[in-house]
C-alpha cells in the first residue's frame, strides 16, 4: 500500500498511521498523561541532560516529552511514523523524521539520549530496543523508555485486557520487569526506574477514540466490573457518573556499554 513502511517487521504501520492521522489534532487532550508536567519533569530529571546533547524521541508523536528536553542548549530530533503527527511536533522540537521504531534511519552511536515514552506496545519490543541501543553513543548514551504498566500479577490480566479493548492495535502489554529485561538483554548497564501515578478521567480517556457509543460503554464496564483487588490497586471511583483510574507509570534509563556482550550458544 502506498506510504505504508516496508521491512521485516509485522507491526501494521498502516493501520497505525491512519489511526493517528484521525487523532492529531485531539491528541494532547487526549489523556492527563499527555501534557503531565510531574511526569514530564521526572522525564528531563531522569535523562541528565548536558549541554549541547544530542535527543532523538522515537514515537514522539506531538513532541510533547521533546520539547520538555530542549533545555540546555540541546537539540532533539523526533521520530514517528505519523505524518500528522509530525506536522504538530515539528513546532516544538529541533527537526522531525518519518520512520519506524524497528528500522531507524540513523548511524550506530550518533545519539547521546533516546526517549520513548507510552509506545513500545505498537511494535516489536526486542527489535525496537536493539535499534535504539545501536545508535546510542558507546558508554555514556542513556536510555529513557516510559509506560503505563501493570502494578503487578494481581492487575496484569484485567488490565491488559482493558488497554487492548481500547486499543486493539497493541502488539504487547509490557511490565516493568519486562522493560528492564529488555534493557539488558540489549546491552544496557546501570538500569533505574521510577515510579509515577496518575488519575485518569476515563470519560475523557475514551473521549479520542472511534467508537460506538455502546462499544464506549462496554470499556466502561470493565472498569466497573474489575475484579476488586483490581480496583484496590487503581483506586477505581466513580464521581458524577465519571470513573477515575489510577494509572502507574514506570520511567527506566540504561546506559549503553562500551561492548555489547555477544549470546553465548
Known sequence: KKNCPIGKTTTNYCKIKEQFKKRAESFDSSARWVLDKGLLDLHHKIAEICKNDFILEVCCG?????????????????????????????????????????????????FDIVVCRQAFHFFNPKEGMKEIVRILKKNTGRIVISQIVPFGKKDSHWLFQIHRKKQPLLKNFLSEQDLKDLLEE??????????????????????????SESEIDAIKKMFLDAPLEYKVLHRTRIIDGHIFDTMRWVVIRGRKAEKIKKKEK
Open 62 to 110: 506531538t513532541g510533547v516529552v521533546g520539547e520538555r528536553l530542549l533545555h540546555s542548549d540541546a537539540k532533539v530530533i523526533g521520530l514517528d511514523v505519523s505524518f500528522s503527527m509530525l506536522e504538530k511536533a515539528k513546532t516544538r522540537l529541533s527537526f522531525c523524521v518519518n520512520g519506524q521504531a524497528e528500522s531507524l534511519p540513523f548511524l550506530d552511536n550518533v
Open 186 to 211: 540489549a546491552g544496557c548497564l546501570d538500569i533505574t526506574s521510577s515510579e509515577y501515578y496518575i488519575e485518569e478521567s476515563i470519560n475523557n480517556w475514551l473521549k479520542d477514540t472511534f467508537f
